[in-house]
């Protein structure tokens, strides 16, 4: 089944603690990503997870030209070193464009490949190429089979046997929202890589606010605990302590709170699957 990998100083994958991803939509300062990040730390720490803080620097893949992006790539990356001084974590964040793989690896332990930009070829051979741990987002658009080709890309770059995962992040079908097909999560599972499962964007309703995506993160809990319940090796989780007031991303992330609420029966529940 999934294999394992080494993200910064942590292991992630078969045997291992269940890894969270975790952090605001967008880095909106250094203080918000702080308080996410410092919250989420202590929460995994006591229940025994990995830990890995993500935000973003750039949103440049936004329904309208005018929504917010970030604080760009230069201020990001500084925002990044904070939180990863600070906090003691490795930290990843995604990439839109070849030219960012290299300036943005000499920070984040982990390169984040978005779900529309999975198939971009020189993307992956750029962030291979950079010898930093790979995370490719499933297109909405492809099957898990078809993300067998991605994996032989990134290795092909420069990636390891043990720097590569899988992201499933929901399919485009269904009735305006995306819908989650756990056959699927196993088959990525048999492609021999860790399987991470994005619990907050899975619920999103894509466009569903004209010139912003929707959401329903009332039910990201429900899809977390199924995810772990079928053997993933991390979780993706956005979460903000008043989404409301979010640049990015406010329909879909959870309350802090509401995370930090999470996070035990998540523990259980992967602690249960992993003794069988």
Known sequence: MSGSMRVGDCEVGAGRPLAVICGPCMAESLALCLEVGEAIKAACDELGLT???????????RSSIHTPRGPGLERGVEI????????????????HDPGQAAPVAEVADLLQIPAFLCRQTDLLAAAASTGRAVNAKKGQFMSPGEMSNVVTKLR???????SVM??????????????????????????GVPVCFDATHSTQQPGGQGQA?????DRAA??????????VSALFIETHPEPEKALS????????????????????????????
Do not use: W
């Open 213 to 217: 995506s929707g959401g329903r993160p």
């Open 166 to 191: 899988l992201t499933e992040r929901g399919t485009f079908f269904g009735y305006h929202r995306l819908v989650n097909d756990f056959i699927g999560v196993v088959d990525l599972m048999e492609l």
């Open 156 to 162: 092909e770059s420069g990636a390891d046997e043990r």
């Open 222 to 231: 429900a899809l977390a605990c199924a995810a772990v319940s079928v053997g």
């Open 249 to 276: 991303d406010g329909a879909s992330m959870l309350p802090l709170d509401q995370a930090l609420a999470l996070l035990p029966r998540l523990a259980r529940l992967h602690e249960a699957v992993r003794s069988g």
């Open 51 to 61: 830990y890995i803080f993500k935000a973003s620097f750039d949103k440049a893949n």
């Open 80 to 95: 990044l070193a904070g939180c990863k001084e600070r906090l003691g974590v490795p930290v990843t964040t995604d990439l």
